[in-house]
């Protein structure tokens, strides 16, 4: 297939991965690939929540933090997991339509 959903471990979920340009894909693959990213894409806001509640975690943390090294540890993982809130919510906007010049492919 011309696109593979490969599993991102910073995201926690799948991305897709096109071998090809959009337009060049089948429409009936066009329409694979919009209803499982929307199948995946559903579950960005509950990730983005989970991490929410890391962040909180270890702002707490960093509140009473008194060793300045360990601070800036949790500074450094506070802005990782914003930084990862940051790109699922870049892809979360990211919402392929079908092609109508999609090439149908007749036997």
Known sequence: ???????????????????????????????????TWENIRGTIPDRVK???????????????EEDFERSCELNLEMAELASIINDLWIWFRMTP???????????
């Not at 297939?1 to 799948?14: A, H, I, N, T």
């Not at 989970?50 to 009473?64: A, R, Y």
């Not at 339509?97 to 036997?107: K, Q």
């Open 50 to 64: 989970e991490i929410e509640l890391k962040i909180e975690t270890v702002h707490e943390q960093l509140t009473n």
């Open 1 to 35: 297939m011309s696109v593979e959903f490969v599993y991102d471990p910073r995201l926690g979920l799948s991305i897709p991965t096109l071998k090809c340009s959009w337009d060049e894909l089948e429409r009936i693959t066009q329409e694979h690939v919009v209803d």
């Open 97 to 107: 339509s079908i092609s109508p010049t999609a090439y149908l492919v007749t036997s």
